[in-house]
């Protein structure tokens, strides 16, 4: 469907008697030194914190992608520390299924959602989702779960931060892919298909 169509935010419904998909949450890039120049930083950890804490309760894996450069100091923040056992996935690039093992590792746990998170929207999130699309994942991109760098208003080289967020969550919102869900959703609406979120 193309940009601007109306449609309702799930692309493709489970059908009656269906079993809901087996999700996972993936948190894309919540390293130091990124969520330190975030839009809406705590807001978004917030979210993406309390949707940690609902996807292990339901068993549900949580998977990390982090980016590899020199410039960045390694490790996510505090908030959002991995438990233990749980695979983070090392990238070089804004796709990270690119040269990783993050497709061996949501097919070893059985996954056919992925829930994204992370930052940054316009980048390393965007190249994700759609990807895991191609690889045939249904995806949910929570709404209030993704930010971007924070840039001066007037730049006029970047929509803003809001913007940008926005507009992501609108092109995800009327986004058709064939055979697969695409659903955009607010974090207290993500029940990881295991039930309803407590």
Known sequence: MAPGATAASGATETSPGEAPPASALLVIDMQNTLVAIAHRASATVAAVAGLQARARAAGAPVVFAQQQDEELEPGTVPELAPAAGEPVVPKAAPDSFLGTELDAVLRARGVTEVVVTGFAT???VESTARQALSR?????LVADGHTTSVRPAAS???????????????????????????RVLPAAEVDFGRGTPS
């Open 136 to 140: 045939g994942y249904d995806v949910v």
């Open 122 to 124: 316009e980048i390393c």
């Open 156 to 182: 006029g080289r970047y929509a803003a931060p809001a913007a940008s967020v926005a507009h992501h969550n609108e092109i995800y919102r009327n986004l058709r892919f064939p055979g697969r869900r695409v």
